[in-house]
């Protein structure tokens, strides 16, 4: 049972984006989930079909090839991917956030080159902060990068949890370049660390740069997360964000102001995963029959939807809030954080009242939900866990309220 798209405050072309993006979830995606998902293998013709109806360049100007909507547009476009299955918004997630470093940061050289592939998909982007000794405290990356004699750059370290990690062309990395930098944010910088898509052992012009086979994990299939392995891998200066003068030690900021608008995706992730959840729950206790009724004729039953639904509701409502502000170039931390916050303890809420509606249906993997409870947790982690957001919380709230 899809629940209509909710049109509020959705312009016509909005609403006919999410319309076209529900009914392939409904017709492509939601179908053969559960295959990928069982097979943890990479929906290559679902992927086929996002390419060609141009979700790899929603937000990418037309300048570029890309369609040039906002943001907005964008996080209603993967609450509707991910209302199909999160994996799916995973591919585009990293994609997203890559092209959008480089529309806001990279040099004219640097757009000119990547973004029109990036648009057609043809190439595809990861971007990678954490290390195996690392996640929230990013200023504690080691991953190091020193200038050689040629001018190149050499990289080496080992970063973790790379989604897209293999199937990648570009990999936006933050790595030290200055290792003496007080406050150490300071001396750390982007590069656009070009690779062969699909190979482990890369070899030729990106030699030294290593993917060790994929980490296997509890949900979240189909798309793999990788370590990447630098020894020694080069680079040239102009692989910086920004081009070497611009960007030199500038990464850190632009991989934070990256990852707000990454928190709206997530939040917008946490929103089509509950909506979800709801929709099966709405179905499955009008068939489900116990004490001589359908179980949700049951009050206790009927407490949960509502609370599932109001949940779902405030989430959309604080994402899309959070996403207008980010478009209007206003101020956006707290509401991005509190969107993400919000949204994903609601997908994961969700889906643990969608599965106890489920009753032992819901524990066996021929039940969609149980698909969404091993998925739901990703979204507490990535993009700053929930404990992170309420310390980025409640330090700006601060800030803004100084007295
Ligand atoms: C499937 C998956 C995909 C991912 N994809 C990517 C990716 O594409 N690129 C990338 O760079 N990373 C990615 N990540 C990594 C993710 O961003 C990190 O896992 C996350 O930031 C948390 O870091 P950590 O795992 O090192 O946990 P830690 O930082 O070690 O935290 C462990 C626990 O301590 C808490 N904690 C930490 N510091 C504080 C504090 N100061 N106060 C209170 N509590 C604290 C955390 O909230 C958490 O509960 C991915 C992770 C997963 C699981």
Redesign the pocket.
């Given at each position: 049972m899809a629940v209509d798209i909710d049109a509020q405050d959705m312009t016509d072309e909005q609403r006919a984006i999410c319309e076209m993006v529900r009914q392939f979830a409904d017709e492509q995606i939601i179908p053969n989930a559960a295959h990928y998902d069982h097979e943890d293998e990479f929906p290559e013709p679902i992927v086929e079909q996002m390419r060609e109806l141009g979700l790899f360049g929603v937000t990418i100007p037309e300048a570029y090839d890309g369609m040039g909507l906002d943001l907005s547009t964008y996080a209603m476009i993967v609450e509707e991917l991910s209302r199909g299955w999160i994996s799916i918004s995973?591919i585009v997630n990293?994609h997203f956030i890559g092209s959008y470093l480089l529309m806001k940061f990279g040099s004219e050289e640097q757009k000119q080159r990547y973004l029109p592939r990036m648009a057609t998909g043809e190439i595809r982007a990861?971007?990678?902060?954490?290390e195996p000794?690392?996640?929230?405290?990013v200023q504690a990356i080691k991953t190091s990068a020193k200038q050689t004699e040629d001018g190149d750059y050499e990289i080496n370290g080992q970063?973790?949890?790379?989604?897209?990690?293999l199937r990648s062309a570009l990999v936006f990395t933050l790595v030290r370049t200055d290792p003496t930098a007080e406050p150490r944010h300071r001396g750390m910088t982007c590069f656009i660390c070009e690779k062969e898509p699909g190979v482990s052992h890369n070899t030729g012009a990106h030699k030294g740069l290593d993917v060790p086979p994929q980490?296997r994990?509890m949900g979240?299939k189909g798309v793999e997360?990788t370590e990447l392995v630098f020894d020694g891998y080069r680079t040239p200066a102009d692989s910086i964000l920004g081009g070497e003068a611009a960007g030199l030690n500038k990464g850190f900021s632009q991989m934070m102001d990256a990852l707000e608008l990454g928190r709206v995706n997530v939040a917008a992730r946490g929103v089509g995963i509950a909506q979800r959840a709801l929709e099966l729950a709405l179905v499955y206790s009008q068939q489900r029959r116990a004490f001589g009724k359908p179980i949700a004729q049951h009050q206790a039953i009927q407490f949960k939807l509502a609370d599932m639904a109001t949940q779902v509701e405030a989430a959309r409502l604080l994402t899309r809030r959070a996403a207008r502000l980010k478009d209007a170039g206003e101020r956006s931390d707290i509401e991005a954080g509190m969107a993400k916050l919000f949204a994903s303890e609601a997908g994961r809420f969700c889906v643990e009242e969608s599965l106890r509606i489920h009753g032992g249906y819901g524990y066996s993997k021929e039940y969609e939900i149980e698909r969404l409870y091993r998925d739901a947790p990703?979204l507490l982690?990535?993009?700053?866990?929930?404990?992170?957001q309420r310390?980025v919380i409640g330090r700006k709230l601060l800030e803004r309220h100084k007295i």
């Open positions: 995973g990293t990861a971007f990678s902060l954490s000794e690392l996640g929230s405290d970063k973790m949890w790379v989604t897209n990690g980490i994990k979240y997360s990703l982690i990535g993009e700053g866990t929930s404990e992170i310390m």
